[in-house]
């Protein structure tokens, strides 16, 4: 498939952040060319780019995505409430139909913000991932481990079902399979050490969760004398290729160790506001120590939406209230933490994160042609201050167009909304 782009705003995101007025051209899955000189080229696809900034697809490292049929059930909670009067009793009546709606949900909302690359985690994510391939969006899908039996099976066939996902993924070329114990606190120790047998066999990266709250890491600390990072390092899943999410409680000892060890942080600020953690990633030590970092909305029951420029906007503030200090994250790093820091989080920094000659064409395009976009003196400064995620108007993930002047190709938009809202109402009835 080829798609022509003509007469744009191009935010490239290489190495030297080169922005171009000019054309785009794209051929079997991969940008060819970005030229401020004008292409004559024929092309199945030929878009309008006039008042239009075309950028790198955003990067969603951390989230859950058949929870957004949970969107507003349960909010203004306290954790533990929360999980124990709301989120546990409903995800019990989870199936493989439950799941199919809530990812297409998921799938439809960051299809039209503007995300062309995910990182999930939850259980039935063999559902998930025929889901997210039908669709055409790109998703790195966690198999997750936990120590107690989960909608889909029991706990003891967790480790084989994990080893039979990973087989069947792992050579498609919109699907990345990964391993997703979720937590020191959920797996025990025997627990975590088949999730790193199993990464290692496969030569796939794990996610788990990570010093997300206070109490999470006094619990782990007094169970086994460590904290949660120290009992990752203690059982070897601390290493290159292991994404950890949230890390609001972790200290300067612990990301000189993450940093000697090629660990990456998924940064998910709303939702840990949201749910009041009290504790936030350390962002600006974790980038002076050379850890890659990347921006997650985390799950829509815990965020409500999953619109990274809404987790832009709120990651470049946060940090800047917290440090006194306006200076703190520029615009430019908040825009790298969501293209480039995503793609080398995930390790695919070497194909994805950037339009370039030769990388794969996943990009977005926003329709500038906004009152609160205008007048429009950076660009950069608008995508984390000003824009929103109902600015995207086309999303083109590995070279094909998902959504096309806000007209969606690969989902049916009133079905899913129909379904979506009916399931929901029955799973929380």
């Given at each position: 498939?080829?798609?022509?782009?003509?007469?744009?705003?191009?935010?490239?995101?290489?190495?030297?952040r080169?922005?171009?007025?000019?054309?785009?051209?794209?051929?079997?899955?991969?940008v060819?060319?970005?030229?401020?000189k004008?292409?004559?080229?024929?092309?199945?696809?030929?878009?309008?780019?006039?008042?239009?900034l075309?950028?790198?697809?955003?990067?969603?490292?951390?989230?859950?995505?058949?929870?957004?049929?949970f969107?507003?059930?349960?909010?203004?909670?306290?954790?533990?409430?929360?999980?124990a009067?709301?989120?546990?009793p409903?995800?019990?009546?989870l199936?493989?139909?439950?799941?199919?709606?809530?990812?297409?949900?998921?799938?439809?909302?960051?299809?039209?913000?503007?995300?062309t690359?995910?990182?999930?985690?939850?259980?039935f994510?063999?559902?998930?991932?025929?889901?997210?391939?039908?669709?055409?969006?790109?998703?790195?899908?966690?198999?997750a481990?936990?120590?107690?039996?989960?909608?889909?099976?029991?706990?003891k066939?967790?480790?084989s079902?994990?080893?039979?996902?990973?087989?069947?993924w792992?050579?498609?070329?919109?699907?990345?399979p990964l391993?997703?114990?979720?937590?020191?606190?959920?797996?025990?120790?025997?627990?975590?050490?088949?999730?790193?047998?199993?990464?290692t066999?496969?030569?796939?990266?794990?996610?788990?969760?990570?010093?997300?709250?206070?109490d999470?890491?006094?619990?782990?600390?007094?169970k086994?004398?460590?904290?949660?990072?120290?009992l990752?390092?203690?059982?070897?899943?601390?290493?290159?290729?292991?994404?950890?999410?949230?890390?609001?409680?972790?200290?300067?000892?612990?990301?000189?160790?993450?940093?000697n060890?090629?660990?990456?942080?998924?940064?998910?600020?709303?939702?840990?506001?949201?749910?009041?953690?009290?504790?936030?990633?350390?962002?600006?030590?974790?980038?002076?120590?050379?850890?890659?970092?990347?921006?997650?909305?985390?799950?829509?029951?815990?965020?409500?939406?999953?619109?990274?420029?809404?987790?832009?906007?709120f990651?470049?503030?946060?940090?800047?209230?917290?440090?006194?200090?306006?200076?703190?994250?520029p615009?430019?790093?908040?825009v790298?933490l969501?293209?480039?820091?995503?793609a080398?989080t995930?390790?695919?920094?070497?194909?994805?994160?950037?339009?370039?000659?030769?990388?794969?064409?996943?990009?977005?395009?926003?329709?500038?042609?906004?009152p609160?976009l205008?007048?429009?003196?950076?660009?950069?400064?608008?995508l984390?201050?000003?824009?929103r995620g109902t600015?995207?108007c086309?999303?083109?993930?590995?070279?094909?167009?998902?959504?096309?002047?806000?007209?969606?190709?690969?989902?049916?938009?009133?079905?899913?909304?129909?379904q979506?809202?009916?399931?929901?109402?029955?799973l929380?009835?």
């Open positions: 498939m080829s798609i022509l782009i003509k007469n744009s705003t191009i935010l490239t995101q290489d190495d030297s080169k922005k171009i007025h000019g054309d785009l051209y794209i051929d079997d899955h991969v060819v060319e970005c030229s401020e004008p292409l004559s080229l024929e092309a199945e696809f030929k878009i309008d780019g006039t008042n239009r075309v950028l790198p697809g955003l990067i969603n490292t951390h989230t859950h995505i058949p929870m957004t049929l969107r507003g059930y349960g909010d203004d909670m306290l954790l533990q409430d929360w999980l009067q709301r989120i546990w409903v995800e019990a009546k199936d493989k139909k439950t799941i199919e709606i809530g990812t297409q949900l998921g799938l439809l909302e960051m299809i039209s913000s503007g995300t690359s995910y990182l999930d985690m939850y259980f994510e063999e559902t998930i991932a025929k889901v997210t391939e039908k669709t055409g969006m790109r998703g790195f899908l966690g198999f481990l936990i120590d107690f039996d989960t909608p889909e099976f029991e706990s066939e967790l480790i079902q994990a080893d039979q996902f990973i087989r069947r792992r050579n498609n070329p919109l699907i990345s391993i997703a114990p979720h937590s020191t606190y959920s797996c025990k120790p025997e627990t975590l050490q088949n999730a790193l047998d199993i990464a066999k496969h030569h796939v990266p794990l996610h788990i969760h990570c010093s997300e709250t206070r999470e890491v006094y619990d782990v600390e007094k086994y004398g460590v904290r949660p990072v120290g990752l390092k203690k059982y070897g899943l601390l290493k290159n290729e292991t994404i950890l999410a949230h890390c609001g409680w972790i200290t300067k000892n612990e990301i000189l160790d993450m940093k060890v090629g660990v990456s942080v998924a940064h998910c600020p709303v939702s840990n506001m949201k749910i009041a953690t009290g504790g936030f990633a350390p962002v600006p030590e974790l980038l002076d120590a050379r850890v890659p970092v990347g921006l997650g909305t985390d799950g829509a029951a815990s965020n409500n939406t999953l619109d990274m420029f809404e987790t832009m906007k990651c470049a503030l946060v940090h800047k209230n917290h440090r006194w200090d306006p200076t703190i994250l615009a430019q790093t908040v790298d969501a293209t480039r820091g995503g080398t995930l390790g695919v920094q070497h194909s994805l994160g950037s339009l370039e000659g030769g990388k794969t064409a996943d990009l977005i395009m926003i329709d500038l042609k906004k609160h205008t007048p429009l003196h950076d660009p950069v400064s608008h984390v201050y000003a824009v600015d995207v086309t999303t083109i993930v590995n070279g094909a167009p998902l959504m096309l002047e806000k007209e969606f190709l690969t989902i049916d938009v009133e079905k899913t909304l129909e979506s809202q009916k399931i929901a109402l029955e929380t009835s």
